[in-house]
Each structure stands twice: as C-alpha cells, then as structure tokens.
C-alpha cells in the first residue's frame, strides 16, 4: 500500500498558514486618487496527506494461545509546521501466512487477511487501542489464537481525514514483516474420571472437561487385566467436545480407567498433537446383569367420577440404593418404562396392566376408574419389573405396605398418608414404604417376620418411621390342618394353633408383646399401631381373658428428654373380650399422680410419657397399675433425669 503524493507543491501552498489577507483594489474613473476599496481572504489549510507508516511492528508470543503485538505510535503528518500530532485510529490484520508468500504484495495480502476487531472464532476479537502520541509505546494482546500456527500482522494508521498510512515498514521489508509461532502448551489432564455399570456387558465413563482450549480428542485408557497397572491398556477415543464413553460387550470382571486429552496439531492441524499425563485411574466391577430398578415411591392418588389419576417420584436409583450414573436422566439400560396395574382386591392378586408409559412420564389418568379400585406402579429396566410401589385404594384413599406373602400388609390410612406422598415434584419429602420378609428369624416359637421400613427419599433409612395417626397392621399365618405353619415347636411345647399366636414388635432395644386380634377366618391377627419396624408372629400361651405381664412394657426406665429414645413407655396388654381397662400412674406412697394413662401407638395399649398435670415429674420410681376384667397388674417404672 504506497502513496505518491506531490508533497513538495503541498508543503509549499500550505506553507500559506491560516491567516487573514487584505486586498487593495484601486478606484475608476476620475476618482483614482481616492482611497483603494478592500476585502480580507482567510486561506485554511487542508490535510492533504496521510500519516506516517509504522516503522517498528513486531509480535511476541506469549501463553499458549497468546500473541502480543507491539509498535512505536506514528505522526500523523497533518500540518506543515512539523508539530507532532497522533494518528485517529489503527487498522491492524492478521494471517497465517505471509507478505512474502503471495508475491510481496501488501494489498494482496491486506485483502485476504482478518481484521482483529472480526477474528473467526476460536479466536477473540479485539479492538486496537487509541492511538497515543507520537513516539508511546503501543501493545495490542490477541487471545484464543491456534496453538501451533505462526501468526502475520500488518498495520495501517488513519488520520482524522480518513486517509490511510502505507502499511507498516517491516510488512514492506522482505521475510521481515511482523510473525510470532503461537507457543502451544501440553493441555493439563481431566481432574477425574468416574464409571458406571449402566447395562448388561456396557459401562457408563465421564470426566471434566480439560481447560485445554484447542483440545482434539480424549484417549480413555482401559486395563482389564490383573494387577490393572495398564501396562497392557488399550485406548478408546473419544472426539471433544464429548465428555462420556459407553463401552460395550465387556464381560464381567474388574476394569481400571483413566483418561488423557490429546490437543490439535498434524496433519488435521497446524503443530505438534500434544497429550496430557493420563488422569488418577479408577475402577468399576461389571456384573453378569445389572440389578432391577427401586420401585416406584411417592405415589399420590386422585379421584374425579370415574377419572382416577396417579402420580409418583422418579426413580433415580437400583434396588440396592445405588443411584444412576446421571440420575437426572437414565439411561433405558438403567429405566426403560413405568407400568401401572389395577386390582379390585388389596390381596390374593388379580391385578392387570392398564398402562405402559415412558420413563420421562410420572403421571397417568384411568378414564375408567371408580371407587372400587386399587392402584400400584412398577418400574422397568432391561434386567426386569421392580418391587411393587404402595397399593392405594381409591375408595379409602390409603396406602397398602405389601408383605412378599401378598397376604399381610401395613395399611397407612388417609389421615396419615403425607409422608407417603411426599410434595409433588419434591423427591426428599416422600418415604418409599417397602416390607421384607425375614426368612431368618422363623423357628422356635417364631412362625412369621416381616420387616416395614420406610427411606426418606429413596434413600436415607428411617429407623423411627412412625404415623401421626394409627394404622392397621394385618400379618397372615398359614395352617397344615390345624397347626399353623411353620413350626419348629416340640410336641411337649404350646400347641401351634391359632388361638396361641401372638404379635411382637422390635423397638429397637427389646421385643415388645402387642397380642394382636385374632380373625381366624381371615387367618390373620390384626394390630392397630403408629410404628413400622420389625413384626412377628409367635407361638405364645394365650390366655382367653384380660392379661398383661413384664413383656408388655416396653422400656422400665424412661428419659423423657426428647431425644426420640425411651422418652416414654408403652403397655400393652391382651384384651380379647375388649373389656374396659383403667392405666394409672402412683408415686411410692401410693398416691395417684396420673388417674388415667391415654391411648398408646398400639391397639390394646396405654402410653406414659413421665408427666403428671402436665409437668414432667421429677427422677425416681414410680408405680403403674393396669386394670381389666376384674384383674390388676402392677410393677415400677424408673424416671432418669
């Protein structure tokens, strides 16, 4: 870019500076003598000429990516009188080839250049500084430049005439216009990685992006060979910007992982591919199948005329409690679908799929539904159905805790079903209600045990689960003629029929006897009661009237310091003819402190929390007396404070 100006007739006409000139121009006529008439020409000067070229661009590589541009501020060269005046602006441009290399044309290589304030992304576009003057040092940072590519720049300055300089001197200089090599740096590795068994032979493995801002691929590292020192890895690659791998067709066994990033460079692009030092390594064991979903929890129930809808929490987790590889999004090997059935009865089956609906899908409406029914979802994932959820009644709108047996259940009524449903959308406030058998705990007297648990959320166990209101805990035995089965008892013991069995519960520190009413018809003893925990069914001498003894108590010491541990006592007792019975509560001298204990967490029970008048009582021993049929039962309770 040259300019050719006829600078010495310019400097000459502007040599007139701006100044007032008076003109005489004489009289006609006879008149000649008369004073000559005058007028004043003002001549401005004009900026006929552009700035002068930079003489000194050079570039300097800095951090990766990183390229600094670095010149000496022209004179602007708008006045004649050689007062030093700055330049309006700079106009600068990069390539990644030179002057040099289309033929030493500047214009041609101007043309084909990027101008920095336009860079293509990755790089960043910037804005040249305001020019200083004459003589200040000038810089101009140009970030996010491709590692591994030596950069060209040319620069031109304009003055406030608009008129351009010629570009500066070292462009116009054989093999010495301004270039820097972008240094490119070996990228840092990922901080992790972490892997998942998301399906049968197939595991799920991710890691954090490397900051590496010109990252080609990542090199996932894989060694399933004992002592897994990956001294005979094979690689995956995986192309950036992706940040998981599924690795299939893995047979069962031990994998370690770890993970590199391998930058940009030949032959796709410009520089040396630079690998990172290989992430910390972790492994994954890979089963012969994956387990079965959790079941469904959180399951809410409403009714309009015949529209029944249903509604549950996603499930996010296996059977186990382990959680997805991404539990915002499982993948089909992990959940694949929710099943929904209806029954008529809450036991002995009959329950027939009305629906099978996506995994992103938590609710469904029965068009077809009416009071009679009965409602529960399954979740679905290549290995098989999960446990059942809840049953809910839509009559009752409660929720049925389903034993294995399909026979004893933990029915949760509308009063107190909250905590079943949980806030809809809000997984941490529902409990996922479930009942186990314990195969374990049968013999001797023991011919039945189940387990009600509830976790918080799906996950968090609570130990201390209880309902503000009482439920109904139904346990079915089942007979061989006349005996009730199975019985490990000897022919010496109590007889094992019906009219013997008794309910015990576990309260985390004894067990606790609760009788339970017996419904020979149903074959089953019914218990009303608040707690979950362990129940079971035992062969027991029953008496056929009013009774209570020792293990209907259930804690003899009382720390009534809301701790939620023996804050206060239960006692149970056996009423079969429903009797009217009186609790009380005496001191040593045998005055009446609490004339009547209420309704405890069970049926048949009587609660003393340690208060008398509504004041706690102060530490030491105090009496209890359980009345009925006639009969009273006595013993001590100690207050600790």
């Known amino acids: 870019m040259d300019h050719s100006p006829l600078k010495r007739g310019m400097r000459a006409l502007a040599a007139l500076a701006a100044a007032s000139w008076l003109l005489a121009v004489p009289g006609t006529g006879t008149a000649r003598a008369a004073a000559s008439d005058s007028f ?40 004649a009188l050689g007062t030093l005046t700055p330049a309006a602006g700079y106009l600068i441009r990069i390539a990644s080839f030179s002057v040099a290399s289309v033929g030493g044309s500047t214009t041609a290589w101007w043309g084909a250049a990027a101008d920095v304030r336009a860079l293509p992304p990755p790089a960043l576009s910037v804005v040249p ?48 216009q301004a270039n820097a090599l972008v240094f490119d740096a070996v990228p840092p590795a990922p901080a992790s990685i972490a892997a998942a068994q998301n399906g049968i032979g197939s595991v799920l493995v991710s890691w954090p992006a490397s900051p590496a801002s010109d990252r080609d691929y990542y090199r996932l590292l894989v060694d399933s060979t004992a002592p897994r020192d990956f001294s005979d890895e094979y690689a995956v690659l995986v192309d950036s910007p992706a940040l998981t791998a599924t690795l299939t067709g893995l047979a069962a066994g031990v994998y370690a992982l770890r993970i590199a990033v391998v930058d940009k460079g030949l032959p796709s692009h410009a520089g040396i591919a630079l690998a990172s030092p290989a992430a910390s390594s972790t492994t994954v064991t890979v089963a012969s199948s994956i387990l079965l979903p959790q079941a469904p929890f959180g399951v809410a129930m409403s009714s309009a005329g015949a529209a029944v809808t249903v509604s549950w929490m996603p499930v996010e987790r296996y059977e186990d409690g382990a959680g997805f590889a991404d539990p915002t999004a499982a993948l ?106 314990r195969p374990q705990d049968l013999g001797g007297r023991v011919v039945k045990s189940i387990e009600f648990t509830a976790m918080q959320g799906g996950q968090t166990l609570a130990p201390n689960f209880s309902l503000p209101v009482m439920g109904r805990l139904k346990l079915r035995y089942e007979m061989n003629a006349s005996s009730v089965v199975p019985s490990g008892m000897s022919a010496a013991a109590v007889p094992a029929n019906p009219s013997n069995i008794g309910v015990y519960w576990y309260n985390g520190s004894a067990w606790v006897q609760m009788y339970g009413r017996l419904d020979q018809t149903d074959q089953s003893l019914n218990l009303e009661t608040k707690y979950f925990g362990i129940y079971q069914l035992r062969i027991v001498e029953r008496a056929t009237d009013f009774a209570f003894d020792q293990a209907g108590v259930s804690n003899r010491f009382v720390t009534p310091n809301g701790d939620g541990r023996n804050d206060s006592v239960v006692f149970s007792y056996d009423n079969p003819k429903d009797v009217s019975v009186r609790a009380r509560i005496m001191d040593l001298k045998g005055r009446v402190i609490v004339p009547e204990l209420p309704q405890g967490p069970v049926t048949n029970s009587r609660v003393w929390d340690g208060r008398a008048g509504g004041a706690y009582v102060p530490g030491g021993v105090y009496l209890y007396q359980i009345e009925g049929e006639g009969r009273t039962f006595s013993g001590t309770i100690v207050i600790l404070k």
């Open 40 to 79: 004043t020409v003002t001549i401005v000067p004009r900026d006929v000429w552009p700035p002068t070229p930079v003489t000194d661009l050079v570039a300097v590589p800095g951090a990766e990516g990183q390229i600094l541009l670095q010149w000496t501020a022209p004179d602007s060269n708008s006045n």
């Open 129 to 176: 500084p305001a020019p200083g003057a004459p003589g200040a040092a000038e810089n101009l940072l140009l970030n996010q430049l491709e590692p591994g590519v030596t950069v060209y720049a040319m620069l031109v300055s304009s003055d406030t005439a608009g008129q351009l300089s010629d570009s500066d001197l070292p462009s116009r200089t054989p093999l010495a």
């Open 332 to 437: 089909s090997s992990e959940l694949s679908a929710y099943r929904v059935y209806r029954a008529t009865s809450v036991v002995a089956g009959g329950w027939t799929q009305q629906i099978q609906l996506s995994s992103s899908t938590l609710i469904w409406t029965d068009l077809a539904g009416g009071p009679q029914y009965f409602y529960h979802v399954r979740a679905e994932n290549e290995s098989g159905l999960s446990a059942r959820s809840v049953f809910r009644s839509v009559g009752t709108l409660s929720a049925f805790v389903i034993a294995p047996d399909d026979r004893s259940y933990f029915e949760v009524p509308s009063q107190s079903v909250l905590p079943i449903e949980g806030t809809a959308g809000q997984a941490p406030t529902a409990y996922l209600a479930a009942a186990a058998a």
